[in-house]
């Protein structure tokens, strides 16, 4: 039913769970599977000149937090004994980074961690997921902790 599944991950313990559902559909499915880290390049964008020092010091903790997640997912599907190819995409907002890598890699299905946040905490840090869910018709399965 699947032949391409796109796992967004970031880390998180809820991002781990997507992972070991996506595992078990790529095992029932035959499906390859790309797992992909999105980084903001530009998250200072708008807030001036004064931040370029913290911009590097942000884009290198954000690319050591990308390749840890990337070889913990590595080493969970390898020791699920299923393939994944892996990268680490950079896109202005996350949501855009996963809808462009799910079209670029041809995936029919987004395997992806929610971390079901509400009130305030949704209106500073916003949901990726709702806005892939909102930015793409290809069928997502969103995992919950």
Known sequence: MFKHILV????????????????????AFGARVTAIFVIDPYPFTGVGTDFAYGQAEYLSAATAEANAAIKATKDAFAAAGVGVETSVVEANAPWRGVVQAAESVQADLIVMGSHGRSGLEKLVLGSVTQAVLAHTHLPILVVRD
């Not at 967004?8 to 095992?27: C, F, H, N, R």
């Open 8 to 27: 967004p991950v970031d880390g998180s313990a809820t991002a781990q769970l997507a992972v070991e559902k996506a595992i078990g559909l790529a095992k």
